[in-house]
């Protein structure tokens, strides 16, 4: 239990590292450059299918520029047109030709992205392609100095990689063809739906795990208390209960430590580096599925036997036979999952894993009273506001976008996230959500069904259905605000913690539960061995 508790602790902080509920950015906007009459347009990504000798090819992405019109969004009313080389390459000075209507190919540099797109206006090309000299997009903005820009054509930029396929196959003579078009992003894409119902379920099988051990062990200890002597009770109470308890200290700690370990990220991330977080993941994955697998066998008569037998490992001290007949198939799974982790369906085993270290998380560390959910909450909201805006000013990025979708690493992001493809999003991509945005709230909700079980609450009178509520309802604000900033890393605790707090210290109040709900944490239960002696008065006369 000792390995276990260090194991999931580590991992929570690696967790509470990453809390965000956006996908990929669409448009792009750039601060930099104001908008200006003639050039205004948002940047957005451009669906560039190609064709070379009547057969389709690749299909590569590209970024429009500021300037010149919008793009058609349908596919099938965006033209196929042909491609051609520019002559001069830079289209920096007149043409030795003028067009018919074809896309003319050109490349970045030795004059402003304006100017090319004059040129190749008053050459009669129907649109621009600028191959950019790095493999990643730029954004075209016009110069300080341009005003009033009358651009009828539309400029798109070509990562480095496609402009020189395109024009490998151009000076081989190849026909080359290409549509140009920028679809739109659906309002609501059901994968936000099924990721909101994995965190919701999450919590709430959590929240009644954790309420019923904790239900089992006040009974335990009710019984012990009844029935043994003052020094079983004494040696029983010396013994380790298994869980981590959270003070009001260490609340704040854990969030400082937090963001200690996301710049380290942030300034370390690279393949080799995300190697050792897949590790240090799988070893969390194999242990919450191994503790969630034996918890839900040990439900059923059959495996009683194997639960309550014990062998002794080096190391690991006495192991269940159940958990050593469980741990091999976790153990394959993570195995499974990490060698194949860059595969499309991947998603599903880094969620399995991720869903059960959530679970074993919110069973094993604890929170004592409203206090200290309070103070953990609150130093999470202005860390969560903190890693995805402010940051911008000193890092010239939000430090956390950059960590959660693993622009530093090549890769998909870091496995800390629960993720779903997008089903209906032309774009593709996921839709995320942090360890973080599921374990924090969690450990509130989850401290209100124990509260509400000790204290004999039925469901309507209790604090677990408004506080599961209330957090159902800040995760899906939270998506809205993400799909009303054009997809837009968001910081989901923004929006979670006050939904979830407010409603639960407001009831609280009203009810006259707030000062046992703040300080005790759990309501007061009568001594079973301590038998109470009438007073004098109260005595039956002899």
Same mark, same amino acid.
């Given at each position: 239990?000792?390995?276990?508790?260090?194991?999931?602790?580590?991992?929570?902080?690696m967790?509470?590292?990453?809390?965000?509920?956006?996908?990929?950015?669409i448009?792009?906007h750039?601060?930099?450059?104001?908008?200006?009459?003639?050039?205004?347009?948002?940047?957005?990504?451009?669906?560039?299918?190609?064709?070379?000798?009547?057969?389709?090819?690749?299909?590569?992405?590209?970024?429009?520029?500021r300037?010149?019109?919008?793009?058609?969004?349908?596919?099938?009313?965006?033209?196929?047109?042909?491609?051609?080389?520019?002559?001069?390459?830079?289209?920096?000075?007149?043409?030795?030709?003028?067009l018919?209507?074809?896309?003319?190919?050109?490349?970045?540099?030795?004059?402003?992205?304006?100017?090319?797109?004059?040129?190749?206006?008053?050459?009669?090309?129907?649109?621009?392609?600028?191959?950019?000299?790095?493999?990643?997009?730029?954004?075209?903005?016009?110069?300080?100095?341009?005003?009033?820009?009358?651009?009828?054509?539309?400029?798109?930029?070509?990562?480095?990689d496609?402009?020189?396929?395109?024009?490998?196959?151009?000076?081989?003579?190849?026909?080359?063809?290409?549509?140009?078009?920028?679809?739109?992003?659906?309002?609501?894409?059901?994968?936000?739906?099924?990721?909101?119902?994995?965190?919701?379920?999450?919590? %709430?099988? &959590?929240?009644?795990?954790?309420?019923?051990?904790?239900?089992e *062990?006040?009974?335990? !200890? /009710?019984k @012990?208390?009844?029935?043994?002597?003052e020094?079983?009770?004494?040696?029983?109470?010396?013994?380790?209960?298994?869980?981590?308890?959270?003070?009001?200290?260490?609340?704040?700690?854990?969030?400082?430590?937090?963001?200690?370990?996301?710049?380290?990220?942030?300034?370390?991330?690279?393949?080799?580096?995300?190697?050792?977080?897949?590790?240090?993941?799988?070893?969390?994955?194999?242990?919450?599925?191994?503790?969630?697998?034996?918890?839900?066998?040990?439900?059923?008569?059959?495996?009683?036997?194997?639960?309550?037998?014990?062998?002794?490992?080096?190391?690991?001290?006495?192991?269940?036979?159940l958990?050593?007949?469980?741990?091999?198939?976790?153990?394959? %799974?993570? &195995?499974?999952?990490?060698?194949?982790?860059r595969?499309?369906? *991947?998603w599903?085993? !880094? /969620?399995? @894993?991720?869903?059960?270290?959530?679970?074993?998380?919110?069973?094993?560390v604890?929170?004592?009273?409203?206090?200290?959910?309070?103070?953990?909450?609150?130093?999470?909201?202005?860390?969560?506001?903190?890693?995805?805006?402010?940051?911008?000013?000193?890092?010239?990025?939000?430090?956390?976008?950059?960590?959660?979708?693993?622009?530093?690493?090549?890769?998909?992001?870091?496995?800390m996230?629960?993720?779903?493809?997008?089903?209906?999003?032309?774009?593709?991509?996921?839709s995320?959500?942090?360890?973080?945005?599921?374990?924090?709230?969690?450990?509130?909700v989850?401290?209100?069904?124990?509260?509400?079980?000790?204290?004999?609450?039925?469901?309507?009178?209790?604090?677990?259905?408004?506080?599961?509520?209330?957090?159902?309802?800040?995760?899906?604000?939270?998506?809205?605000? @993400?799909?009303?900033?054009d997809?837009?890393?968001?910081?989901?605790?923004?929006?979670?913690?006050?939904?979830?707090?407010?409603?639960?210290?407001?009831?609280?109040?009203?009810?006259?539960?707030?000062?046992?709900?703040?300080?005790?944490?759990?309501?007061?239960?009568?001594?079973?061995?301590?038998k109470?002696?009438?007073y004098?008065?109260?005595?039956?006369?002899?």
């Open positions: 239990m000792d390995l276990q508790r260090s194991v999931i602790v580590v991992l929570l902080v967790a509470v590292s990453l809390k965000l509920g956006s996908a990929g950015d448009v792009h750039d601060n930099i450059a104001p908008k200006r009459p003639g050039c205004d347009n948002n940047f957005v990504l451009v669906k560039v299918p190609t064709w070379v000798n009547g057969l389709e090819t690749s299909e590569y992405v590209g970024v429009g520029a300037f010149g019109p919008t793009l058609e969004s349908k596919e099938r009313r965006a033209n196929h047109t042909r491609v051609i080389l520019a002559d001069p390459p830079d289209y920096c000075s007149p043409p030795k030709k003028n018919s209507g074809e896309i003319v190919l050109v490349h970045r540099g030795n004059c402003s992205f304006t100017t090319k797109a004059n040129i190749a206006e008053t050459a009669n090309a129907s649109a621009v392609l600028i191959i950019n000299y790095e493999t990643e997009l730029f954004k075209m903005v016009c110069e300080d100095k341009e005003t009033d820009l009358n651009i009828s054509i539309p400029a798109v930029m070509l990562p480095q496609a402009g020189t396929i395109l024009e490998d196959d151009l000076k081989n003579n190849f026909r080359v063809s290409v549509q140009l078009y920028s679809p739109l992003r659906p309002l609501v894409d059901i994968a936000e739906v099924f990721l909101w119902l994995m965190a919701v379920g999450t919590i %709430l099988c &959590a929240s009644y795990w954790s309420a019923w051990t904790t239900r *062990a006040a009974l335990e !200890q /009710d @012990l208390l009844k029935d043994a002597s020094e079983t009770l004494n040696a029983e109470g010396s013994e380790s209960s298994g869980y981590v308890d959270i003070n009001t200290t260490a609340a704040v700690l854990f969030v400082v430590i937090a963001s200690c370990f996301l710049v380290m990220l942030y300034k370390l991330m690279s393949s080799w580096f995300l190697e050792v977080l897949v590790v240090l993941f799988c070893i969390g994955g194999v242990e919450g599925l191994q503790t969630c697998l034996v918890a839900l066998l040990s439900c059923f008569r059959w495996f009683k036997h194997a639960r309550e037998s014990y062998v002794k490992v080096p190391i690991l001290g006495a192991v269940s036979y958990t050593l007949a469980v741990s091999p198939f976790c153990i394959v %799974l993570a &195995a499974i999952w990490a060698a194949n982790r595969v499309s369906f *991947a599903i085993g !880094q /969620d399995i @894993l991720g869903i059960a270290l959530i679970i074993t998380v919110l069973q094993i604890r929170i004592p009273n409203l206090k200290v959910g309070t103070v953990l909450l609150s130093c999470a909201f202005m860390y969560d506001i903190f890693w995805v805006f402010v940051s911008k000013w000193w890092f010239h990025e939000s430090v956390m976008i950059v960590v959660a979708r693993g622009d530093k690493s090549g890769e998909d992001g870091i496995p996230l629960l993720k779903i493809p997008r089903m209906f999003d032309p774009w593709g991509g996921y995320i959500i942090g360890f973080g945005d599921i374990i924090l709230p969690g450990l509130v989850a401290f209100s069904l124990r509260f509400d079980w000790l204290a004999n609450k039925k469901l309507r009178a209790g604090y677990f259905v408004w506080a599961m509520s209330a957090y159902g309802l800040g995760l899906l604000i939270t998506y809205v605000a @993400l799909n009303l900033m997809g837009h890393g968001q910081p989901a605790l923004l929006y979670i913690v006050p939904f979830t707090l407010g409603p639960f210290l407001t009831l609280g109040k009203k009810r006259g539960d707030l000062k046992i709900l703040w300080i005790r944490g759990e309501p007061e239960r009568p001594c079973p061995h301590v109470v002696e009438p004098e008065e109260e005595r039956p006369q002899e």
